[in-house]
């Protein structure tokens, strides 16, 4: 079994579309997940409540009411939210109560089915009215998380059954137990190991446009390369500018910037460079002026030169604050980890052992990070390894996507959606996740011409 790392709530979302997408029967997972809480409640005490919220969680807690043989299930709504768990609801025959007609014997036991671990914050409206109006001190078993968890208004659960990982908002900053949560079971539902791997549900981390937005508000980004080449970053720029940032500069050295065919949705930045990169105050400058750049990608077509890697190695430390993605031959500036490096390096595997020797030495590099520091082992399959266990695999596209210019587009469609505010986790996953059905897509559409060049436009088309 691979390892788990601690889902934050947003995760468990993206998971469980990721199951949904590989035929995995949801209802099937509702019923196991019932069927350990029926387990965890061997010899309670009766009467036994069942607190239904009008979510997944709630339908968790209407699948556990038909296992067990004496019940009572208090619902916060008269409807359910999700089709999943309407169909739980529509299996249980017995009495449903409300806050308004609670049974007459107060419980021993309460089941807290009312927020699962999707939810954040602190408890509202119905849920928080019926939470308050629980009789007597009732022994509690969460569903996945105690309700309002780490807010300060929750259920302190005697046990918390969660399933197939611990999640981030029962944890302190530590990594230790909230006390709420009481003993932590972790229970198996039979995900195929596939669910963990970058896929459909990813794109539920996306930040939709909403109106009134003005330019600027989705970010810029900026691409720092060129030099010996001058096609790479335009195609870093184009992939960044198809994720949906409102603004992509791209830095070359002079002569570079001449021989590129610029497309009008790049900006041109400036440099006083004319061979190849080696005096980067005017990109930092650029940075940390106006509304600065919400993010960078720094390497692609920029040459190997002593000086480009003292330009690269300064340019990370003065702008620690942005994300960044280090990818081709800016890789070879880094010396370990840099301490003022947030954002993904994505090496492929001779560029991997010309930076750090071995792939095991990456958790190494990554450790503590939190969602902070991701390594991208790029080939036929991409492997994402980031802090606390986080990895996946990424297959599947398309034969061509071997050819030149790819790297630069996966470059180029990490910085985009750091600079829309995912971390460089998520934006690893997605970013990855997009490139591989963008070239599937244009594949089947183009044929075994396709070249780079065709690609952005389908990651556009595969957002949708």
Not at 119 to 145: T, Y
Not at 373 to 395: F, M, N, P, Y
Request: charged share 20%; glycine share 12%.
């Amino acid at each position: 079994m691979r390892p788990r790392w601690i889902l934050n709530p947003a995760e468990v979302k993206v998971l469980d579309a990721n199951a949904e997408a590989l035929g995995v029967n949801l209802d099937e997972l509702m019923i196991k997940a019932a069927t350990e809480l029926a387990l965890a409640l061997e010899g309670a005490p009766e009467p036994i409540w069942i607190l239904c919220g009008p979510g997944n969680n709630g339908g968790d807690g209407f699948r556990l009411a038909e296992i067990l043989e004496e019940c009572h299930v208090i619902a916060t709504h008269k409807t359910q939210k999700t089709e999943l768990s309407k169909r739980a609801r529509s299996c249980w025959k017995g009495e449903i109560n409300y806050v308004e007609n609670l049974p007459e014997k107060p419980p021993a036991v309460i089941v807290d089915c009312l927020l699962g671990a999707g939810s954040n914050g602190k408890p509202r409206g119905e849920i928080l009215r019926l939470m308050e109006s629980i009789p007597g001190r009732p022994m509690v078993l969460a569903c996945d998380m105690p309700t309002g968890c780490g807010s300060g208004i929750a259920f302190n659960a005697f046990r918390t059954v969660t399933f197939e990982s611990p999640k981030s908002n029962m944890v302190d900053q530590e990594g230790r137990l909230l006390p709420e949560v009481g003993d932590l079971f972790i229970a198996s539902l039979g995900w195929p190991e596939e669910v963990l791997d970058p896929g459909p549900g990813d794109l539920l981390r996306y930040p939709i446009s909403i109106d009134g937005q003005l330019k600027g508000d989705r970010g810029r980004v900026m691409i720092v390369g060129g030099g010996p080449y001058h096609g790479a970053p335009i195609l870093a720029g184009m992939a960044a500018a198809r994720m949906g940032v409102d603004l992509v500069h791209v830095a070359m050295p002079i002569k570079a910037a001449q021989r590129a065919t610029w497309p009008s949705d790049l900006i041109p930045e400036k440099l006083s460079d004319n061979e190849y990169i080696s005096d980067v105050t005017s990109i930092v400058k650029r940075c940390m002026s106006g509304r600065g750049v919400q993010a960078m990608v720094i390497g692609p077509g920029m040459g190997t030169k002593q000086e480009t890697l003292e330009a690269v190695r300064l340019l990370i430390e003065s702008t620690p604050s942005i994300p960044k993605v280090i990818d081709a031959d800016a890789i070879r500036a880094l010396s370990d980890w840099p301490e003022s490096l947030i954002g993904v390096v994505t090496p492929h595997q001779k560029e991997l052992e010309n930076w750090i020797g071995s792939i095991d030495e990456i958790p190494k590099l990554v450790k503590g990070s939190g969602e902070d520091r991701v390594v991208i082992r790029t080939g036929s399959e991409d492997l994402i390894i980031g802090a606390g266990g986080r990895g996946g695999c990424v297959k599947g596209g398309n034969p061509r996507m071997a050819m030149g210019g790819t790297g630069d587009l996966l470059a180029g469609c990490i910085g985009g959606l750091l600079a829309l505010g995912l971390s460089p986790w998520s934006a690893s996953r997605l970013g990855t996740y997009l490139l591989r059905v963008s070239g599937k897509i244009a594949g089947d559409e183009i044929g075994p011409g396709l070249v780079a060049e065709d690609i952005p436009l389908y990651l556009s088309k595969s957002l949708k």
